[in-house]
């Protein structure tokens, strides 16, 4: 005889106790514990770590309405029955209400398990609430203990809303709840949930060295893949995507692609699963997130993402997409290689040295006056705008002066002609001197964030930029000391201007430092060492080659140093060196390009049809090589040779130029 059961759990307490014990994660279960704060549609929340005596406790108070729901005859109800309520959750283990509100209101629990987290924090919880309507009244329970008490609080709550206090935290877990550490936990895992709700998140630790921490939704890094936001399913559900090119990742700060379900996330990297073990996942560039609501966890782990079919029809939706992204990663690696004009300038340099000795002898190279070039190059017309710097963060009634620096398309400074219009929005702080290079951004009293735009025009070229200002209610000590530009060029007879920035931990401008300025005396001098904005004026005669530049900032008694290096490039005799190109905007002119003697350079019309052409099929190099040909030619026989021998001494050019050239791009 053949015997059919049902499967049970014959010793409830140590089933729980085995289910507790699966969250090893002591920031995560802060971190679900701070979601039931955003369920309850908390506003405001303020995790305290701190300490009595000897023992380290953790404290989360929220203004959300409080233990409010209840369950009455299979139906999820809104209850100021707190008493009845708490009771419900420590016997409604793995039963939670939150599961069946899920689809409705968007809350995230699943199991019901999430409040015994805390085993991997402390010892002791006590879960203090109460409704608008209602007295507080608080559940208390104790690590590795089946009982647990509710009863009215001697300590009620002035407001609708919940504190949670762990007691007795482990000594394993303290560093890694520390405010910093606990800040950039909880900024990643909830990123999704904070932007959604615009739940404020304070963490005040009061332990040495902590302080006030605000949590901010983790910004991303990197160029974005704006056109790839949503990812149809075959069942027709979307997935919802974030992502971003990081080429500066590396190893020790590897980009990560997050896997998110209704704004948390459920795993940190997707290349830890054996699903995304392949390209482009694991070329360390992307980052972002993957966002899709029918996502599960598991209740044995507590952590990672349930392989079912939800998540099969997620991996292969995502399939479509992979070679795009690769295809895309690739293609934007080489416009960046590309866009490196000194590469470009190497490449062609040694190309046409050895062009030049297998064409005939009759060929002179690019020719320029006989006399040395002035000390700066010629300027082109202004192209683009940067203002210096571009982010900062200040304290209420602090200012910060940010510099706008016109340019042309090969980054030289454009200085005549120039007009400015600096604008802040929203009007956090009041702007001065709106019309000048450089304006002064007086912070209000209210913190905030807002965009500073400034608008530059020469004449009927216009060009904008914008930098993100931050007004903040306080800053911590001295932390870090930079210097903008890092690496900068300077002509010898001519400056450079070069700003401090003297940050908190956090990235806050410090006030009140005292900046000095350093350099070697050989190769020029600051027309004033102190200040947090120095002039670097380069000797006539200096040396060529790297210039240090140190700073040296103080406040409050402590001393950090910061860096940058200017490199130094006195004139050399025309002819002496390959002649560079330059981008000269003409939208209107059917011209190419221009070989400019007096300037011993090749002018590229950068507005040009078939410039834009090669640019955005990746062939702008050949491009540029064909119009150095071109103006060889021209200089060498544009005057003497009928039209049929320039276009034969094109060919002989070029039949030297490109195979070099060709097999260098194929490599």
Request: glycine share 8%; charged share 25%.
């Amino acid at each position: 005889m053949s015997y059919q059961g049902e499967l049970s759990i014959g010793d409830e307490w140590q089933a729980i106790r085995l289910i507790a014990a699966s969250q090893v994660n002591p920031r995560k279960a802060v971190a679900e514990l701070i979601e039931n704060s955003i369920d309850a549609e908390a506003k405001h929340i303020v995790v305290v770590r701190g300490k009595i005596g000897r023992n380290v406790f953790l404290r989360i108070l929220d203004d959300g309405r409080g233990a409010a729901h209840s369950e009455h005859e299979g139906k999820v109800v809104v209850s100021d029955d707190i008493e009845a309520n708490l009771k419900r959750i420590g016997e409604g283990i793995c039963d939670s209400i939150k599961r069946k509100l899920e689809a409705r209101h968007g809350v995230m629990g699943e199991f019901g398990i999430g409040i015994l987290g805390f085993w991997a924090v402390g010892n002791t919880f006590e879960f203090r609430s109460r409704t608008a309507r209602s007295d507080t009244y608080v559940l208390t329970m104790e690590r590795e203990k089946r009982d647990f008490t509710v009863e009215k609080s001697t300590k009620p709550l002035e407001k609708a809303g919940t504190e949670v206090i762990i007691k007795g935290l482990h000594d394993t877990v303290r560093h890694v709840l520390s405010g910093q550490r606990l800040a950039n936990y909880l900024a990643q895992e909830l990123r999704g949930r904070l932007l959604e709700f615009g739940t404020q998140i304070h963490i005040v630790d009061a332990l040495l060295g902590g302080g006030k921490i605000p949590v901010r939704p983790m910004d991303f890094l990197g160029e974005p893949l704006s056109d790839l936001t949503e990812l149809p399913t075959r069942s027709g559900r979307v997935a919802n995507l974030e992502l971003y090119m990081n080429f500066g990742a590396s190893s020790s700060e590897p980009a990560e692609v997050g896997l998110y379900r209704k704004g948390t996330r459920l795993v940190a990297n997707v290349t830890a699963l054996d699903d995304f073990q392949h390209e482009p996942w694991t070329l360390n560039i992307l980052e972002g997130k993957i966002e899709y609501p029918f996502l599960s966890t598991s209740p044995g782990t507590r952590t990672g993402v349930l392989t079912n079919e939800d998540f099969e029809e997620l991996v292969l939706g995502l399939k479509d997409i992979e070679p795009i992204i690769s295809k895309r990663i690739k293609a934007r690696q080489k416009d960046l290689r590309e866009e490196r004009t000194s590469g470009y300038m190497e490449f062609l340099k040694n190309a046409f040295r050895k062009v030049f000795k297998d064409l005939p002898a009759e060929y002179d190279f690019f020719k320029g006056p006989e006399v040395t070039p002035p000390p700066r190059p010629v300027i082109g017309p202004l192209a683009k705008v940067e203002i210096v710097p571009d982010s900062v963060a200040i304290v209420s009634g602090c200012a910060w002066r940010f510099t706008a620096e016109p340019m042309d398309e090969n980054d030289y400074a454009v200085r005549e002609g120039v007009t400015f219009l600096w604008k802040l929005s929203p009007e956090i702080a009041k702007v001065c001197d709106s019309e000048k290079k450089s304006c002064e951004v007086v912070a209000g009293n209210k913190p905030g964030e807002a965009v500073l735009a400034v608008e530059v025009r020469q004449e009927k070229r216009t060009a904008r930029s914008t930098a993100k200002l931050r007004v903040v209610e306080q800053c911590g000590e001295l932390s870090n000391v930079s210097v903008l530009p890092r690496v900068a060029v300077v002509w010898p007879g001519h400056s450079r201007n070069l700003t401090a920035i003297c940050t908190d931990h956090e990235g806050i401008h410090v006030p009140s430092v005292t900046v000095h300025w350093l350099c070697s005396p050989t190769h020029g001098t600051f027309s004033s060492t102190a200040g947090l904005r120095a002039t670097f004026q380069a000797k006539s005669d200096a040396p060529q080659g790297p210039v240090p530049i140190k700073v040296i900032a103080k406040a409050r008694n402590k001393q950090l140093d910061g860096s940058a290096t200017l490199y130094l490039y006195p004139p050399r005799r025309l002819g002496e060196k390959f002649p560079p190109y330059i981008f000269w905007p003409e939208p209107l002119s059917p011209w190419r390009s221009k070989w400019v003697s007096d300037g011993y350079q090749l002018r590229v019309n950068s507005e040009h049809q078939d410039y834009k052409r090669a640019k955005e099929a990746r062939t702008d190099l050949e491009y540029i090589a064909m119009l150095y040909s071109k103006e060889l030619v021209l200089i060498n026989f544009g005057q003497t040779a009928p039209p049929s021998e320039i276009l034969e001494r094109l060919v002989e050019v070029q039949s030297r130029l490109f195979p070099p050239l060709l097999a260098e791009l194929k490599g």
